[in-house]
């Protein structure tokens, strides 16, 4: 059996803007409701949701059998979580928090195999499904795609140090947190937060690596990729539900009063 290719990654290296939905309702039966939909990756989120690997196993296992590529973001920069994604077949992780190099580097070493890296080795993973992957300890680095999410004031001053390491495939710029570490929590919108993600992308590019973004607003979204973002996720599956679900209530709601 051959290497799974990783479409994900072959795309943003070519410049194939590549449109995401943020998952973070933590279940396979939910996802696979998406997973029909048109976008080309989806990032099943750890941090800041009640997922986790058994939960991301399943998931990966619906997308499987859909179009979207998955990007799994970790709940930290931890080699132990990273390695268990990769068993479990994740090829594209997103690492959140990652303030410089030297913790870009330790990503990097978390991703690959010694004398390269630190990921332990087992021959009897879903990742090279079962052993049946011929090479795959070889050729594994080929195909794994790593993002790192700067999010903070202090990253951004980093950032052409964390691109110029190697093994780093792409940035991304979090908005929910960079806005709170400039003292806008919650206030994405905010000019000087606007400016700082603008910024930020056009020094990603500028630096060489693809650029990333998550923006609920279709304007930002479109003034993002622009300015040269490749992966960008353009809503939240949470946040469609509870939206559509507001909406549709305050509908008939007003109906009734009427």
């Known amino acids: 059996m051959d290497m799974p290719r990783n479409a994900f990654k072959q795309a943003i ?37 009640p997922g986790d690997v058994p939960s991301v196993l399943s998931q990966l296992q619906v997308l499987a059998g859909h179009r979207p590529s998955a990007v799994v973001r970790p709940a930290a920069n931890d080699a132990v979580l990273i390695k268990k994604y990769l068993d479990i077949g994740a090829q ?20 690959r195999y010694p004398p390269d890296g630190i990921r332990g080795v087992s021959a009897l993973t879903r990742a090279t499904q079962f052993g049946r992957v ?87 979204a479109q003034r993002c990729i622009e300015l040269g973002c490749v992966f960008t996720a353009v809503g939240v599956d949470a946040g469609l539900l509870a939206r559509a679900s507001d909406a549709l209530a305050e509908r008939f709601a007003g109906l009734v009063q009427a």
Request: aromatic residues 6%.
């Open 13 to 49: 290296f070519e410049g194939r803007q590549q449109i995401g939905l943020w998952c973070t309702l933590s279940s396979a039966y939910a996802l696979e409701v998406v997973a029909g939909s048109k976008f080309d990756w989806m990032l099943l989120d750890t941090e800041h949701s």
């Open 134 to 220: 011929k090479g795959y300890a070889q050729k594994v680095a080929e195909e794994i795609c790593l993002l790192v999410q700067v999010e903070t004031a202090e990253a951004l001053d980093e950032i052409e140090a964390i691109a110029a390491v190697d093994g780093v495939d792409g940035i991304f710029v979090g908005p929910g947190d960079l806005a709170a570490s400039l003292g806008h929590a919650g206030d994405l919108m905010n000019p000087r937060v606007v400016a700082a993600v603008e910024d930020a992308i056009r020094r990603i590019r500028a630096a060489g690596k693809p650029a990333g973004v998550l923006t609920g607003d279709p304007a930002f």
């Open 92 to 111: 594209t992780l997103l690492i959140p928090y990652v303030q410089n190099a030297e913790e870009a580097h330790a990503a990097v070493a978390a991703v």
